[in-house]
Structures are given as C-alpha cells and as structure tokens.
C-alpha cells in the first residue's frame, strides 16, 4: 500500500465525460489498495473564462487600486466546482470521496495575491481521512492568505499544489495526468521523430520547463526537487488497460539512460530589446536591469557589444513579449538619465535550447550545435549558457527548422 | 447616515452591464454617506448550468450516499464569482469594495446540505469593515457548515442571506433588488390593473410567497418578521433618477392603508390525490400524513368527504406537483394496509388564493369569493382557510379567468 497524489489538468476534466474517466483511473488506484489524493485543474477554457470578466470590468478605470484578491476569488471557483464534480462521480462509483478548498485544508500561502506562494501546508484534517480510504479530491491552484482570503498560485499553479500536497502528505509519487503521454525530446509537433523519454532528472526538467517545454510548471518541479519526490508524467487519454507508463522526473542518480543532450526546447515569448549607443560607465546594465525590475519585468539574456565609436557599446537583452511595450515605455522615460542615443526591439525572435545534464562532463557540445545550426543558414542573434544547457536566440521564422536540426544533430530520435 | 443591507438577485447582476448598474445603485447610497452591505445571486443561469453539471453524475448511479455536501461546494460557486465582480466594479468607480464568502463572514448553518438553515452569523470581521467606508459585498446563498464545509440555504436562499445579514448587522433597512418594481396585487401578466402596492404587512407578503408570488422567498419574510426589519422590494431595472419607491414590506400597524384583501396569488404547482372509499377510523388520516411524511413530500390542503358506503370516507389533499410520483408510489404500498379501494389523481389543478390582514375583523369576504367564482361557472374542488387568507383549488384551466375574477371583484384594481 502507497500514498499517491494524482493530479489532473483541465483537458483532462474537461467535460463530465472526462471527469467520468478520471473517475476510473482514482478507482483504479484505489483497488490497488493505495490511500489516494487527487488535484484537479478547472475544465478547460473555465479559467479564461471567468479572467475575461474579471479583465472587462478592470478595464473600467484606474482608481481603487489591486483587484488580485478579488481575482482569486472569482478565478479560483473553476476548481472549486471540478473537485465537486469529481467527488461526486467517485461516489456513484461507489468510491469514498470528499473535495477539499485551498481554505479547508488549509493550504496556506503568503499575500501575493494571483502569484502567492505557499507557506504551509497542514495535514491535520486530511491525514485521518486518507486513512479512512477517504479520497480527498483538492482543488488546485488554490489556497488562502494569511489573512484569510482566497489566494491564487499563478498560471499552471495545479501541478505546484500537486507537488507541495504530495510532500506534505509524505506521498510515496506523485502522478501528473495530462493530455501527452510523458516528456518527449522535444516537440513532436515539430520533430515528428520526437521520443518519449522514459526517465529525466529534475535539472533537466527545470530548464525545459524554464524554455517553454509547458508539460510541467517549473516551480513544481523545484518543489519536487528539493524534496527529492519523483513525479511521473502521464496521459489520462489512454484506453482503460492501455499500457502507460509515462516519464519519470527523478533525481539525476536514478535517471540510467546515458545522455549528453536530453532535449530541445524552443519559447516564442520573447522579444529583444537592443539599446544603441549606450555610454560605456560603470553600473550602466545594472542600472537598466534596475529600471527593468521596476518596472516588473524580467531580463533574460544579456550580451553587450562593443561598438565601434568610443565609449560606447550595443547592450541586447530579452524579455518576455507580453512585457514588450511596458519595458520600452520605461526604458524610454530614462533615456537621457542613463545615456543611450536609441533603442530598437524585435517580437519576432524565438529562443532555442538544448538541455542535457550529460554537458557537465562532455566538450564540443557548443561546437556540434553552431555547426549544425550554420550549416542550415541559421543566425544566432544571442547566446546563453547554464551549466547543463545553452539557449540561442534566433528569427521565429527558423524555429521549426532548428529544432528539428538540433534534434538530429544530437541523435534524439535513438534511444 | 444609516446603515442598509441591498439584495441583488440573478437577472440584476446577469452580465457585466448589469454589474456596473448595480455598483452605480451601491455608489449612489455610499455617496448619500451609508454604511453598505450587498448580497448577490449568481449571474442568471448560472445556478441552472451549475446543477445541471451536478445531475448528470448524480444519476450515474446509486452507491456512494448523499452528495448534497459536493452540490454545496459546487453551486455555491455561482455567487462567489458576482460577489468578486461586483467588488472590483465598485473599486473601479472608486469604492471601497471587498468581498465575503459565506465561510469568511463566517455564516454558520447546520449541516443539511443543499436546504441549510442559517445558526449564527458573526460580525467581528465586517463590523469594522463596514464602519471603515468599505463596502462589503457578500455571496448570497451560502455560510459555512459545523464541520467547515460550504452549505447552501436552497433555492432562493439569497433573500434569506440579506435578511439574515441586515439583522446581523443592525441594519436599518434591507432593499430587495429584483426585475420587478414591487408586490402587486396579483400577477400584472395576467390581470393588466393589478396595481403596486405601497405598503403590505409581513403577515400578508408571508402567505403571499408561500402561496406562489415569487418576488420574496418565503424565510426571509418571516426573519424580518421576527426582528420586525422592514424590507423594501424595488426593481434594479430603472433608469438613474427615475422615482423607484418599490413595496414596503413592514409591520402591520406601519401599512397604513385599510383594506380587506390586499392581493390575490396563485399556484400551479399543485397536484391532487384522492384515496376512495377510505376506511373510516380513528388515525387514517394521521396515519396517511404519516407516510408522506415518511416519503418527505408536504400535504397542503385535506379535505374529508363520507361517501354513500357504510364506515367509508373520500379523503382528498394536494402536494407539490414535483412530489406526485412520489406520492403516490409510497400511498399503493400502504393500500392494504391503511384500506382504501383506490387512488386518483390530478395535476391540471391551480390554488387561488386572497389575501388580506382585513379578513380577521371583516366578514363576508368569503361569499363575495365564492359568488364571485360561482357566476364565472368556477367550480370550486378544494377550500383551505387561515385567518387572513382563503385558497381554493380548481381546474387549472380556470386559473387566469378565476385571478381576473377575484382581483376586480375585492375592487384591488383602484387603491
């Protein structure tokens, strides 16, 4: 007998008919004899939903100041009404089950409000009623805030509900149910060779979750991480006995395939900002990393180029496109302050990356992946490089072509 | 500066159009220096889609008990987001707004889920709120029960949550906000003089509701009778600055008109059971109430009849059309046992009924009733009386002709 945290996403709740499966993939896990929670996304399309009439009366004025806690309130219902659904279909199959609020675990978090982050999780009353064969059907994404309103995790905040209860709970895994059938070595959408990995290590996933892999939530990963607590990714769309056995996310020992590179990720959110001209001193790039931060917006890759007049030099850096007109609106306010002649932005760029735990100890992995990308004519406008990945920045209209390219280069498509 | 307790049900807040009327009406009496409280419906179908939702997994099955806890969870949702709505509609015109769940208030009920009845209701946290300028906008519908799980007070249930509160509150005044400017003497749909009334007793609006006028749930009129709160019913339909007095709903020593009958009601939701040739005893009639009673399905109006036979009686009673089946499911299993020869039946019955405070101290109001009816070539199968009230029972064909009849024959059309 096994405690598992199940959890399951919105197109896998997306209509009663699906909620009707889950329902049977709980059982399943129940006749296993296993003590069982299960976290459940809003049926898909339910959390847009309720954001656009948030967004349509936000739109109304500027006065009154934050509308987030009030945004959790209202977003928050989308969970709140699948772990009703879902408890009740566990019970017409005869199936013990009761839905849990972020409030009534508690599952508690800071103030944050739509972004919060969890501070505690108690198991007092859950504990004893997962002893009782009790399936405890929780809604995601959802807690409350210390100061007793509803809180909400961010975007895909589920599968960090899932990860934080299972660790709670002591679970022996945690299953995240989704509509692909595990992580693959990159997107078969694109590379119609892609392979399912079997097993991946958390570093791996963290940066291809980080890169725009959206199978699972980074901070989810984190959390499993530091918690040394394996999650397998699996599809809830298999046919009832249909083998599924998903990818492991584990610690690096346990992970056995021998690997230099593991996958290949690719984002289109991002856009580059290069400011011309910028007067070489000391503290300019921190000061407009400055401006950036106050002005809520993250920088990602960075590069300076020395340009040709003297004392001056190109500073490149991305962002994410969603903050492309905020963070041109604040760079131009300081313009005079910090020195710069122009700037120019391009959204029309996609990150490229390869992750592969295996480059700690490999060379020439840089040099196979700029030759195979030069071979197809393919520019690199920035790089960036982590210890187990490095991320190129290049014109959208190349992403499919180097993927495919980088996912040949390293022989992906063999086990 | 008073404090008031505003009502706002489903067709008032339907959309996000309606919403910002409904913070304009709030804004007008924050403006006139008020200390508010809002109770609000789910936006208009959202309960139905929600139940809905909860039905087609309800019937997949017998096992697993009652659901109305999960039912509870989910419906309750509906109000929790026009309560989020609402608030941030109010901020962006300026007005402090939060809003309160059932459990954050907290509203205390027992615990029969889906029909729970309101045990407390603290004020600690809104008190203060409340005297800070904040308005506090509330899910109707809903608190929490004994064991911290979300209930809900039953269709309706969101009048009740303003009542409750208003009285919780110390507030001066509740205004029910709904699609219609007030009580009328009967249905303006079918009598085109019906005429709004200024003033009714709580006693009368009480058999008003139960008698089938819709505008007030009935529980919430006899809690503000109870705490003598007088409520006021006006529509939140009318255009800004339009005279909108709506009905007071008060004490009877307050209406100050003198009439005899003050509206005429109808229902079609009524059915009609008749046992034949019932076995005259002592206790059949207590022992037939008993199995309704058993089956949990309201007997409304009873009425002996002796037949011709020896020791043999027709008992004739009406129960709510839903209840029918039921009914008379659990009446055959006790035919042999509580004797009677047969079961019939008829649910193209309507109850009409007048009502008025005036009938305790006049006499006659009876006959005109009944002459009036009778020269219509109304035939009249049942009569149930009360101190301020008689209804009658007929074919549901006559039900327009017999409210028309009534309404000009108590002269209700001229006030």
Avoid at 132 to 157: E, H, N
Avoid at 293 to 307: E, L, P, Y
């Amino acid at each position: 007998m096994a405690r598992i945290v199940m959890k399951f996403g919105g197109t896998s709740v997306a209509n009663i008919d699906r909620i009707r499966r889950v329902s049977e993939l709980v059982d399943d896990e129940v006749k296993a004899g296993h003590e069982v929670a299960v976290v459940v996304s809003a049926m898909s399309g339910e959390t847009n939903r309720l954001v656009e009439l948030v967004d349509v009366l936000d739109g109304d004025g500027d006065q009154g100041g934050a509308i987030e806690d009030e945004y959790d309130a209202i977003v928050s219902s989308g969970e709140q009404v699948t772990s009703g659904l879902l408890a009740i279909a566990l019970r017409r199959r005869g199936v013990k089950a009761r839905s849990w609020l972020g409030w009534q675990i508690p599952l508690k978090t800071d103030m944050a409000h739509s972004k919060a982050r969890i501070s505690d999780i108690e198991t007092l009353a859950m504990d004893p009623s997962l002893k009782d064969g009790v399936v405890g059907v929780v809604a995601g994404f959802q807690g409350v805030s210390s100061d007793g309103r509803i809180s909400t995790l961010g975007r895909g905040g589920s599968d960090t509900s899932a990860v934080a209860l299972a660790v709670a709970l002591k679970a022996d895994r945690c299953d995240i149910y989704t509509d692909v059938d595990g992580i693959y070595t990159t997107d078969p959408r694109i590379a119609e060779d892609a392979r399912r990995l079997g097993k991946i290590s958390f570093e791996e996933m963290l940066e291809l979750a980080s890169l725009g892999a959206k199978v699972l939530q980074t901070r989810s990963v984190e959390l499993a991480m530091n918690n040394n607590l394996p999650i397998r990714v699996l599809t809830s769309f298999a046919q009832p006995g249909e083998d599924n056995p998903g990818t492991i996310v584990c610690n690096e020992e346990e992970t056995m395939e021998e690997r230099v590179v593991s996958g290949v990720a690719y984002s289109r959110d991002e856009a580059q900002i290069t400011l011309l001209r910028l007067e070489d001193r000391p503290g300019t790039v921190a000061a407009i990393c400055g401006v950036m931060a106050d002005a809520n917006v993250i920088v990602d890759m960075i590069v300076q180029g020395r340009s040709r007049a003297e004392n001056a030099a190109n500073l490149t850096f991305t962002v994410g496109k969603r903050d492309l007109e905020k963070a041109l609106k604040a760079l131009e306010a300081v313009k005079g302050d910090i020195g710069f002649e122009d700037i120019i932005s391009d959204s029309k760029v996609t990150k490229v990356s390869i992750v592969g735990i295996g480059m700690r100890s490999h060379t020439g992995v840089a040099k196979t992946m700029f030759d195979a990308l030069a071979k197809r004519g393919i520019n690199v406008e920035v790089i960036a490089t982590s210890e187990i990945k490095i991320s190129v920045l290049i014109d959208a209209e190349y992403t499919e072509l180097a993927v495919r390219t980088l996912h040949s280069a390293f022989e992906l498509e063999t086990a």
